[in-house]
């Protein structure tokens, strides 16, 4: 199957990449985040209040098993999609799984502009360095391609991830 998954630490600009992405690829950009909004009902933060972590992530699982079934769309996932192996192997055995990296201090900068993101609220530099090295194996695990967002601008990485794609023969 010939699914796009982004992935990568909140911050990293998925959501903007996969829209890029769309203009060389005539694929549907599917926003796992918002999906889950709006099987939900309620916004990221509320059902991280009401329903837990847990909860999200079995939502999250949930909606990556049915978008698995699809072809031909770029997700752009939700910065924890890796933290369970289930949603590892599904992506890995629908697709590609592109990772968008960047350093901890461009990440803390761009997550520090909005409170939509609970698991990061109020969160120190130090604290999210902590989060991502707890991270890093799974994403690496999960990744067929990285990509350094931090270095590149949006049309560099996009471009990036279509010479890799290419490269790697998942564009066929
Ligand atoms: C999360 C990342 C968020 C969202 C939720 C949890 C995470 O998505 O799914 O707040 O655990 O990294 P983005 O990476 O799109 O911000």
């Known amino acids: 199957m010939n699914n796009i998954y982004l992935i990568g630490f ?5 959501s903007t990449v996969a829209k890029k992405l769309q203009r060389f690829l005539p694929f549907q950009v599917v926003e796992m985040d918002e999906a889950i909004e709006r099987v939900e009902a309620m916004s ?3 059902i991280f209040e009401k329903k837990g972590e847990d909860g999200f992530r079995n ?4 909606l990556l098993s049915i978008i698995a079934k699809e072809n031909n769309q770029i997700i752009s996932c ?4 890796v933290l369970r192996q289930e949603n590892i192997d599904t992506m890995k055995s629908s697709g590609t799984v592109v990772r968008l990296d960047a350093t ?3 990440i803390f900068d761009r997550v520090n502009r909005n409170d939509k993101r609970p698991l990061v609220k109020g969160k120190t530099l130090d604290d999210i360095k902590k989060m991502i090295s707890d991270r890093e194996e799974a994403y690496k695990n999960a ?9 590149l601008n949006v049309d560099e990485v996009t471009s990036e991830i279509v010479k890799q794609l290419a490269l790697a023969g998942r564009l066929n």
């Open 10 to 14: 909140m911050g990293t600009g998925k």
């Open 44 to 46: 990221i933060p509320e």
């Open 59 to 62: 939502a999250e699982s949930q």
């Open 78 to 81: 939700g910065g924890g999609i």
């Open 104 to 106: 901890p201090e461009v």
């Open 143 to 151: 990744a067929d391609i990285t990509v350094d967002a931090s270095t």
